[in-house]
Every structure is written in C-alpha cells, then in structure tokens.
C-alpha cells in the first residue's frame, strides 16, 4: 500500500515520537515513538501488520494487538484527511 502526506501536512520527529502539522487548519497531532514508526514504516511502503510488526520490535506486544493498533492509527489518519493512499 502506498501512503502519502495529504497537502499542506508536514511531520517532524521530537524525542518521543513525531507531530504532524495540518497546516491547512493550523491543527497539530502528536504520534508518541510507536506511532511515528507506524506511520514511518506506512510512508515507506510497508501494509499496516509489517508497519506495526516493525515497529513493535522489541516491545512486548503480541503480533496481532501491534497491527490492530496501526489499523487503528491509519484510520485515524485517514478520517483527519493527515494521509492520503
């Protein structure tokens, strides 16, 4: 699946993750270091299990819970117009 940034939205790393910027509505969104990998791995080409299943690595989170939470996550992106496919 490809994903894109939406126009006028921009990311930026911090030290605990990432925030996206829609500069459209001025609105900010703060992703904490698993959702910004998510939405990393997303950006770069990945499906949303191998997206999630990447940036759990280490933790101790179960396969399945790391992709529904992507899921959840890309549906949240999608639904604030922040990505496109």
Do not use: C, F, H
């Amino acid at each position: 699946m490809s994903l894109n940034l939406a126009d006028g939205v921009s990311i930026a790393e911090t030290d605990d993750g990432a925030v996206l910027l829609d500069e459209r509505s001025g609105r900010y969104w703060r992703l904490n270091s698993s959702g910004a990998r998510v939405l990393q791995g997303l950006l770069a080409g990945r499906d949303a299990r191998e997206a999630a299943v990447d940036a759990a690595g280490s933790a101790r989170v179960a396969p399945e819970q790391a992709a529904q939470d992507a899921a959840g996550l890309l549906a949240k992106l999608r639904a604030a117009g922040l990505v496109t496919p």
